[in-house]
């Protein structure tokens, strides 16, 4: 029996590379890895072009392929989570479906979970065509990510990853809804080690990120795994207090002194306001976890499926 290597595929509106990605994978499987079967799990996430109908194109040409349709749009994240709960080999790869992660680094990823590694990720060694302010955002963001969440969270690591299935239940039994995976890596654990790979451009489309999805990321990314903003807040709320408690005293012994106070009058209002300004601050950051405690509470299904070829193939099957 060979083994099987699922490949977990995100898509939101890439109807023009559903095929490509396929025809690449099946070639790679083919012609390197013989000894591999692969199983692909495409998820279409709410698309509004025929990303779908392609997808179910080629998995009535090829039983090894499922497509999980989502009820809607759901962001990369959630799309990866159905995806994963739906692979059954021995090691599962993600994958963009834009052709971005090279598929002929599939080899050298199997290679490295036969070595005994749990958790192969790919570390992006140069970027194309992307802005100066997108690298350097995202060079910053990471840092502040890293300092926030004392966990070592590296620019350039991703998605583009194989998983033995061990780490797949891991981290399908996180059940975080705000989800943000590249934290979860480090939060399962297990054996890792990196291979470096060199992104492609996009073989046809466009990025689906807004600087809007970034800030929500970023966003998700601290509160998710951090509870430093909330200790950060108390420091500054205390410190902030004690210098005007001691201004306060400093002020007073003039007054007793017979010095006049009223020079004081602006230095005063300032530290009130930042004061309440600290206030303010700390108050927002509890808002935000209350909020993220608020959606987790609600115990609702994570994501929603609209239909999945599998079960239509089973029915098929049945009717026969
Ligand atoms: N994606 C998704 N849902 C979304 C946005 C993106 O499944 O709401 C998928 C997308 O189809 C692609 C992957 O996530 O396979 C990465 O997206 P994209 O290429 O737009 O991101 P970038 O490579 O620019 O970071
Ligand atoms: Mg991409």
């Known amino acids: 029996m060979k083994k099987i290597i699922s490949i977990c595929v995100p898509a939101y509106n890439e109807s023009d590379n559903i095929g490509e990605f396929y025809k690449k994978i099946k070639e790679v499987f083919e012609k390197k890895i013989p000894m591999y079967s692969f199983e692909i799990v495409y998820i279409n996430d709410g698309s509004t072009d025929n990303t779908l109908e392609k997808m179910e194109n080629v998995a009535n040409l090829d039983k090894n392929v499922q497509v999980i349709d989502l009820s809607r749009n759901y962001g990369k994240e959630i799309a990866m989570l159905a995806g994963l709960e739906h692979t059954t080999g021995e090691a599962t790869i993600i994958m963009d479906s834009d052709l971005q992660h090279p598929p002929e680094k599939i080899p050298e990823l199997i290679h490295m979970w036969e070595m005994g590694y749990q958790d192969v990720y790919g570390k992006r060694v140069t970027r194309h065509k992307e802005s100066m302010l997108k690298i350097y955002s995202s060079k910053l963001y990471y840092k502040i990510l890293s300092f926030l969440s004392q966990t070592k969270i590296e620019d350039g690591i991703g998605d583009f990853r194989l998983l033995d299935k061990e780490c797949v239940q891991a981290l399908i039994s996180f059940r975080d809804k705000q989800r943000y995976t590249k934290g979860l890596y480090n939060e399962i654990g297990f054996k890792k080690i990196g291979i470096e790979f060199e992104a492609n451009e996009r073989f046809a489309g466009e990025s689906k990120w807004s600087t809007q999805d970034l800030i929500k990321l970023a966003k998700d990314g601290i509160l998710s795994n951090s509870l ?3 200790k950060l807040s108390t420091y500054f709320g205390t410190a902030l207090s004690l210098s005007a408690f001691v201004y306060f005293l400093y002020t007073l ?5 017979g010095k006049t106070t009223l020079p004081g009058y602006s230095s005063l209002m300032i530290v009130l306001l930042i004061i309440g300004g600290v206030q303010l601050i700390s108050l927002g950051v509890l808002g935000e ?10 115990d ?7 239909k999945k070829n599998s079960i239509v193939k089973e029915e098929q099957n049945s009717g026969k």
Not at 253 to 257: Q, S, T
Not at 289 to 298: D, L, R, T
Not at 300 to 306: G, K
Request: proline fraction near 8%; glycine fraction near 4%.
């Open 228 to 230: 430093i903003p909330l």
């Open 253 to 257: 012994v003039r007054a007793l002194l």
């Open 289 to 298: 976890y209350v909020g993220n405690i608020f959606k987790e509470s609600k």
């Open 300 to 306: 609702r299904p994570i994501y929603l499926i609209n």
